[in-house]
């Protein structure tokens, strides 16, 4: 039997509790059929801890918690502004053992510390406290009528149960984009996190018993896919599910909903984001961009600026630069400082990668950079899931390299002459999640914003997000929007309201 913390000792000498099993009705139990998951060190390839591996029955065991807090301590049984105080505190718990949450993120994940600390878990904090200033904010509408005879308005109710299935490229992110709405709408969760990094979602579970969520509010089911994800997918009472994640595994999803309950879906899936310079640019600006578009958090990122597109007035000094920039970027030890790049996050992640690199070079792409398992991996990294920084010229489409998500830093690069021609190479693609446009022309800048069909669009930077403003995909790369107040819609059923005042009904009714 699983013990029921784990004792993790990180490089940078702390030393993190962290629970292993179910977390439900703010309880942490072992697995109903007593499975484990394993999580390991990207950086090393070492085994960190195991954990409690749900199935169905733990789900079914969640959803009940969760609907009977819905029902007696949550949604409608408690006020908004009660909701938005105890989210609040949860943020500043994240504030506090920040630099824990940090460690273990480091840990379980394999990106940097100091951008786990600073970005990732800033984020989440902020976005826990953007959504407990909106819980007490939310509004129905009255609509004229003849005061004396009819009065109508509509009610802005929370969805009830809400699934909630997030990846593993930005654990504490994406829990805290997908809870932040559902709680302050006044839902209640079940929550799985990815099978590869279950550990923060455990940690912040005692924390947010520690804030004063009442049992059953939040549940967390550690577990596979096929599993536990399944199993919310399918299950006749939850009422919503939000998901991020593959394409191909977000189609199972809606089709699970429409063929069960019809719950509720929003779904953020794949991407291949073009990023376009064109040659009035500022090169010298527009250079970190590019790179930090397609290099942020490994490459392993669903908006990666992963498909760029150079005018060809500039294409060879802009990509001599960029190449040199790349030969810049810190790969290394997720607990130093000078680090940018950490591992990938698995095993079978990293030789995806690399067969996708082994695919650009047999299908005729030019390797200016990487192309490779990074070099310095050595001494105590030496079994650690490494990918150096590559960029590919000569790409189109038809490559893999170019047509396909990667999830790796990975770069294809392709030139181009005119405006028309680069909104119908940056459109030819399934996805539309984000995009990134560099000229110094705002007419122009104006013009693409309109042609390019995507989710998100940067103009003259790239990848920087905030938690006011709305995020998600057009295309296949999903629907529904998280973040911003748009978030909250998604959480929320719309009830109108028509209310009798002074209007008498003959019967039986005459023309």
């Not at 938005?84 to 943020?91: F, L, P, S, V």
């Not at 990023?275 to 990666?304: H, R, S, Y």
Request: proline share 5%; net charge negative.
């Amino acid at each position: 039997m699983l013990p029921s913390h784990a004792e993790l000792s990180a490089p940078n000498g702390l030393k993190i509790k962290v629970p292993t099993g179910i977390f439900i009705n703010n309880e942490f139990r072992p697995a109903k059929k007593g499975g484990e998951l394993e999580s390991f060190y990207p950086a090393t390839g070492e085994l960190l801890c195991k954990v409690a591996k749900g199935t169905a029955e733990d789900v079914e065991d969640a959803v009940q918690a969760a609907r009977k807090a819905y029902k007696t301590v949550w949604g409608r049984k408690i006020s908004a502004s009660q909701r938005g105080a105890i989210m609040y505190k949860w943020a500043e718990l994240i504030e506090k053992n920040i630099d824990e949450l940090g460690t273990l993120e480091a840990l379980d994940n394999g990106k940097p510390k100091w951008m786990a600390t600073t970005m990732d878990l800033a984020d989440a904090a902020g976005c826990f406290k953007y959504y407990a200033g909106l819980a007490d904010k939310i509004e129905g509408r009255t609509m004229e009528h003849d005061d004396n005879m009819k009065f109508a308005f509509t009610r802005v109710e929370p969805i009830g149960v809400c699934g909630a299935i997030i990846p593993w490229n930005y654990p504490i992110g994406m829990l805290s984009w997908k809870l932040g709405p559902a709680l302050a709408a006044g839902n209640t969760i079940v929550l799985k996190p990815a099978e590869q990094t279950p550990l923060s979602a455990l940690r912040l579970a005692e924390l947010a018993v520690e804030a004063g969520f009442p049992p059953g509010v939040i549940n967390v089911v550690n577990g596979l896919g096929p599993d536990v994800g399944n199993a919310i997918s399918h299950h006749m009472d939850i009422d919503k599910v939000a998901f991020t994640g593959s394409t191909i595994t977000g189609r199972k999803v809606m089709e699970a909903a429409a063929k069960t309950n019809l719950k509720k879906v929003t779904l953020e899936l794949g991407g291949k984001s073009p990023v376009v310079v064109f040659d009035d640019v500022d090169i010298e600006k527009a250079i970190p961009w590019v790179a930090l578009a397609m290099l942020f958090n490994q490459g392993q990122d669903c908006t990666a600026g992963s498909r760029l597109f150079i005018q060809k007035g500039i294409y060879a000094k802009f990509l001599a630069k960029l190449v040199e920039a790349f030969k810049q970027h810190g790969v290394g030890d997720p607990f130093s400082d000078d680090t940018f790049q950490g591992p990938q996050i698995t095993k079978q992640q990293q030789e995806k990668i690399l067969a996708y690199i082994e695919s650009g070079k047999q299908q005729g792409a030019k390797v200016e950079v990487g192309g490779e398992p990074w070099p310095g991996a050595k001494g105590q990294f030496a079994n650690g899931y490494w990918v150096a920084p590559t960029i590919f010229s000569g790409c189109k489409k038809g490559m893999k390299i170019f047509d396909e998500e990667i999830f790796g830093p990975v770069l294809a690069v392709a030139s181009f002459e005119t405006e028309e021609e680069v909104i119908e190479m940056a459109n030819d693609t399934m996805y539309g999640l984000g995009a990134g446009i560099f000229s110094e022309n705002g007419s122009r800048c104006m013009r693409m914003v309109s042609a390019i069909e995507a989710g998100t669009v940067w103009v003259n930077n790239y990848a920087l997000l905030s938690n006011a403003v709305p995020f998600g995909g057009m295309k296949q790369s999903g629907f529904g929007r998280e973040l911003g107040i748009e978030a909250l819609k998604e959480y929320t059923q719309l009830k109108s309201v028509h209310w009798n005042v002074n209007e008498t009904l003959e019967w039986p009714p005459k023309a």
